[in-house]
């Protein structure tokens, strides 16, 4: 199924939030060797904010002398997955990912990170797997997280049914949690449920700053559900707001279509 916009969700660099980065690299003359895990971490942690900075090519010569001095560091394969993710080498962010999780099979972030590497690259079985083995680690915090990812493989790969069960046990765990709930809106609408599309959108309304797939699914609820003027409404606030978006160029060839 063709979606205007993909809800995946996952943030590249929350699995190192706790990393314990040394102030500073030194070499220590009672042993008479540099403390090569240090050494890597600094490196690591340098890479990172390099890569924020889009400064890709200095990333990557960080994170690659990270790999050679700690080449066991769950850590430094994972950001060097994401790195060659960023730069469209898909081969080796498969291999850094791979390892990562291998080094590290129990860090649910790492899973679910290379589960929406996997699917965005259409392994979708594999990565939904992925995305459902990190959902169902209790020392997991975000389940959610990884079942909106599951849902959003499932859905790619036209398992309407299995997306919508995925999504509504992210909505079990955490009521609130808007990202599936503009989803279920959307999946709502495309079974003409407009009344329980509307629902949904309604609450990710009251949660979430309003976006142009918010609005462009407003427009189509509406018109679904013949409030022709309520549709107008989200019409004229998505060609305002959101002028060169993917969802106003839909709109755009819509009213095209309907002049």
Known sequence: MKRLSMTWL???FLPIAFLSLPACVTTSEQFGKKDDVAAASFNLQLGINLMRQNNLSEAKAKID???QQDPKSADAHFIAGVLYDRINENSKADDFYA???SLN??????VNGYAVF???KGHREKGEKMALKAAEDP?????ELALLNAGNC???DGRISKAEEYLRRALKIQPNFSPALLQMSELELKGANYLSARGFLERYQQLAPTTAASLWLGVRIERGLGNMNVAENYARRLKAEFATSDETKALLELERKHS
């Open 118 to 120: 996997l699917c965005r």
């Open 105 to 110: 099979p129990k860090n649910s972030e790492y």
């Open 65 to 67: 002398k990270a790999l």
């Open 10 to 12: 996952w943030y590249c």
């Open 154 to 156: 499932a859905l790619d």
């Open 139 to 143: 020392l997991y915090k975000t389940p």
């Open 99 to 101: 390892k990562a999780v």
